[in-house]
């Protein structure tokens, strides 16, 4: 079975500093891919970054970065400089990439980030 | 370049009464497609998702029924509403099971 953990509910950080939004999974398959999607208040879910179980390279995209430690089996979302507007829930998710539920997305239960001026 | 419309965007509905959201993907053929919902405060639960015309699977059971007449289109259904089934739905689409990008979603009110 396939499971994501995202263990901090709510986080807060100063604008301009970094953050680190913690997420790790659990999976028996060799082949995989970890997601991370903001949600604001309007309710949208943004996709952010993606991360294929065997890329050696942690992801980025702009501000948006993927410390991927398969070892450990966890996939950090560290968000640089952060602006106001970051202020969302962050849902981590990760495909099952074998079966019937082939591209089917598992997502964990979200840390609602809160960036103060 | 791809777009995906859901609409309405709100909808308050009577127990019993029926309902049809509908999700349409512009920009791309053959996508999949997925129905989820997330109750507030919560992750997303998958509902049902679609590879192709007429065929769809469903992840739990449930009120709701799915349809997809048309490549492009997504329908989520029920013939009577129950109080259990308000909640934020929302639609996305990926190629070959790849990233999923979601639409605005809908909040459903059941009261």
């Known amino acids: 079975a396939q499971k994501i953990t995202q263990t901090q509910p709510g986080m807060f950080v100063q604008e301009k500093e970094a953050v680190t939004l913690d997420c790790t999974y659990d ?81 964990g239960r979200g840390t609602q980030l809160t960036v103060w001026p | 370049s791809q777009t995906i419309h859901q609409w309405p965007a709100t909808l308050v ?31 997303l639960q998958l509902l049902f998702y679609s590879v192709g015309i007429g065929q769809i699977s469903s992840e739990v059971p449930q009120n709701l029924s799915a349809s997809r007449p048309q490549d492009r289109q997504f329908i989520l259904s029920s013939k009577k509403l129950l109080l259990s089934d308000s909640g934020f739905y929302l639609c996305a689409w990926s190629v070959l099971g790849n990233i ?12």
């Open chain 1, 27 to 107: 999976t028996s398959d060799q082949s995989y891919g970890l997601f991370w999607y903001k949600q604001p208040s309007s309710g949208e879910m943004i996709f952010l970054i993606y991360q294929g179980s065997y890329d050696e390279q942690n992801a980025t995209e702009g501000r948006y970065s993927l410390n991927f430690q398969k070892a450990r089996k966890s996939a950090n979302l560290v968000i640089s400089a952060s602006q106001l507007g970051d202020s969302a829930m962050y849902f981590c998710a990760m495909r099952a990439d074998r079966g019937s539920t082939l591209g089917r997305l598992y997502f």
């Open chain 2, 13 to 43: 509905q009577p127990v019993g009464s029926p309902l049809s959201l509908e999700c349409t993907v512009e920009g791309t053929s053959n996508p999949n497609l997925y129905w989820y919902r997330q109750a507030a405060g919560r992750g």
């Open chain 2, 100 to 111: 999923q990008y979601f639409g605005a979603g809908t909040r459903l009110s059941v009261l």
